[in-house]
């Protein structure tokens, strides 16, 4: 029996060594990450490769009787296991049972083995000094935003901020490589959205991309869309907005224009609040060339609640700016960014600068309702030349407000001092008027009062050139 107990044991002893050193030679999930991480770690000593020296020498010096002791402490009562497994007085196991098999959670679990694998303490130890052995190295994203997308070390310091979830620069790089922009382009795209990076390219890129030439434009117009709008080209409900907009504004031209002067693409918006308001544009007999101009010139009034779209409406009504007039788009944009008290007092202004009664400023305003815009300085400055200078009566002037738009210094005056000193030397041979002269192109202007008189008056186109940089040539100054 003795003898047979003993033979038992050692196969037992000999089962559970190799078993041990089989573990050993094929070591865990964890562990192999972490003989991975460690061959990427920097060269310098980190504060764990201490403890993690310390224990393979311990290790080393573990000896077979340990792991025997340790195989039979699950089936010995824990103050029982002293030494060998027969010195408590147990009984041997059957002949025929089958040998117990260690594995690496039953020795790290035990709390009398001497025998701990080097990973679970090294976790331990790494856990109680604060030091994380599965951290990556991470993304440096300031540094990629500066070297792959062209951005400044300021604009990458702010935008690294929001890609800081990032570990690897795979996703930027597959972004870069799909979406086809030039450097300078995406340096602009990504300093204003730079989760554009962060974009998945089969999920959603390629998507819009595809939908986006699907509706004729070509992959320059579809850059420029991603530069304009980077924060609304990561979604997919942009490709039924383009749809949209370019049925509206009748061009990809005037669509990129609105979107560089920051119109909002976004189809969310699109049923909710801006098809509400076209519609209602279009009630208040707007057509959609109408509705794109002003839309062009004031991009968020589609934008707006209809009720504050409403209240402009009435107010440019208030103008006298006709139901279905070509001007209410005008008035429209004149009135966006004011209110009826704001206008009133503007109205009065220009009834004491311009010397207008109040039926002369119902005949100016609904035919040009964007010199409530103007400021005070320059109606005061277009009403000493055109009333105290040019002599022109306050009546001529509301029924033609349009010359109001002119530069003062680029046109009104130059082509003034052209006209007076022809009359002045008897070159006109009938009177002119002075606004249908100023209303002319520069070419026809040309064509009609300089070139004529190219032998009479030889320094004429000169003097003219003068005037209109802001200068007062001799000729011109009459007494």
């Known amino acids: ?65 340990t792991l025997t002791t340790l195989s039979v402490s699950r089936h010995q009562p824990r103050r029982a296991v002293t030494g060998h497994p027969l010195a408590a007085g147990a009984s041997p196991p059957p002949r025929h049972a089958s040998a117990p098999k260690l594995h690496l959670t039953q020795l790290l679990s035990s709390p009398y083995t001497s025998h701990v694998s080097p990973l679970h303490r090294l976790l331990s130890a790494a856990a109680a000094s604060g030091i994380s052995p599965a951290a990556s190295p991470g993304f440096a994203a300031e540094e990629y935003l500066v070297s792959a997308c062209g951005l400044t070390a300021a604009q990458a310091l702010k935008a690294s901020a929001k890609l800081s979830h990032l570990k690897s620069p795979a996703k930027p790089d597959a972004v870069l490589a799909g979406i086809g922009l030039s450097a300078a382009d995406v340096a602009t795209a990504v300093a204003k959205d730079p989760l554009l990076l962060c974009a998945g390219v089969e999920r959603t890129l390629a998507p819009v991309v595809d939908g986006l030439t699907g509706l004729g434009l070509s992959r320059s117009e579809v850059a420029r869309i991603a530069v304009f709008v980077p924060g609304k080209f990561r979604c ?187 009359k002045e030397n008897r070159l006109l041979h009938r009177d002119r008027d002075y606004y249908s002269a100023v209303a002319l192109t520069p070419k026809v202007f040309m064509d009609k009062f300089i070139c004529p008189h190219k032998e009479a008056a030889p320094h004429l186109a000169e003097d003219y050139a003068a005037a209109c940089r802001g200068e007062v040539p001799a000729r011109f100054r009459f007494t």
Not at 11 to 17: A, D, H, K, N, P
Not at 26 to 40: I, K, Q, T
Not at 336 to 361: G, H, M, N, P, Q
């Open 236 to 422: 997919r409900s942009i490709v039924s907005a383009v749809q949209y907009y370019l049925t509206l504004f009748g061009s990809m031209d005037n669509l990129l224009r609105l979107l560089k002067r920051g119109f909002w693409l976004h189809g969310s918006d699109l049923e909710r609040v801006v098809k509400p308001n076209v519609a209602f544009l279009r009630e208040c007999g707007l057509h959609d060339c109408d509705i794109a101009k002003l839309c062009i010139r004031e991009p968020r009034v589609l934008r707006i609640k209809q009720q504050r779209l409403q209240a402009m409406v009435a107010c440019a009504k208030a103008l006298c700016v006709p139901h279905g007039s070509g001007m209410l788009g005008k008035a429209l944009q004149a009135v966006a960014s004011t209110d009826e008290e704001k206008i009133a007092t503007k109205v009065d202004y220009l009834k004491k600068t311009l010397r207008w009664s109040d039926s002369e400023v119902g005949i100016a305003l609904p035919n040009n309702p964007m010199v409530l815009t103007y400021s005070k300085e320059r109606l005061q400055r277009l009403s000493e030349f055109l009333i105290s200078e040019a002599g022109l009566e306050p009546g001529y002037i509301a029924h033609r407000p349009a010359m109001l738009n002119y530069s003062l210094d680029g046109r009104l005056r130059p082509r003034y001092y052209v006209m007076k000193y022809l």
């Open 1 to 65: 029996m003795v003898r047979c107990a003993a033979s038992w044991d050692k196969r037992w002893m000999v089962s559970g060594l190799v078993a041990a050193e089989e573990e050993r030679k094929e070591p865990a999930a964890g562990e192999r990450w972490l003989l991975f991480a460690s061959s990427l770690a920097p060269a310098q000593p980190s504060p764990a490769q201490p403890i993690l020296a310390h224990y393979q020498r311990h290790d080393a010096r573990v000896q077979p009787q």
